[in-house]
């Protein structure tokens, strides 16, 4: 397993470097900076509104977690293919699926720390403003779990196509935060529900809060734990079929 564990080191290195995550850090810090400064003077119950029906759960699921999940999940592959490195990867005696779950794992990674560290500060913003911890985990699990499942479509896209990240921001901007909105019914097919849909699940009393924006999705970890894996291994597999198939010289 040498060989894997040196793409996922290697890979986190490239993705995690530079000024790319500089500013997908400025962006994580936008929804902490939000809670602080509008809930100074309110009770316990009024943070947790401000959390959960205020925009910052909104604005943590369906900006920070799926940009940077979009932007670090397409890069994965798709910067050794633009620079021209990813034929030096696979001439290395590894299966090519070793070599999609290594980068799908190290996207995941990094996605899911930007993710976390934006929720973390949110969450502890609140928990200080509230004295009450409970939003502090489920938001670091849902956060995650969405970012897995983002990482794994994007990565495929990010080998397929140099424009992986501008075809991700009108997905995610008129499909996501349009379309599935006004049309309920098409929740079921929306990424960032499957993490929110785990943290409702690990957070009862947001339910409420959040059932317009979890449409038709039950909350439940179990299902959103499943759908990830689903979308894993359909990228790893998908991935893993292009590399053997595709002319990569």
Known sequence: MTGPLAIVKVTLRQLLGGRRLVVL???????????????SNRSPEGVFDVYHDGGV???????VMPISSIVLGSAALGDERRDGTLSF???????????????????????????????????????????DWSTFVPTI????IGAGCYTAMFIVLGHLTSKAVLMGLIYLFVWETGISFAAPALSNVSLFRIGL???????PESQSALAEPLGAIAPGVGGAVAKLAVLGILAVLTTAALLRNRDIA
């Open 25 to 39: 850090g400025l962006l994580g810090l936008i929804p902490g900076v939000i809670v602080w400064l509008t809930t």
């Open 197 to 203: 849909s785990a943290y409702a699940a690990l957070v």
């Open 57 to 63: 759960i909104a604005t943590l699921f369906l900006v």
């Open 89 to 131: 990867l696979v001439v290395r005696p590894l299966p090519r699926s070793y070599i999609t779950t290594a980068k799908l794992i190290a996207a995941w990674i990094a996605a899911a720390t930007v993710s976390a560290m934006s929720g973390a500060f949110a969450s502890t913003a609140v928990s200080i403003r509230a004295s």
């Open 141 to 144: 699990v849902g956060l995650a």
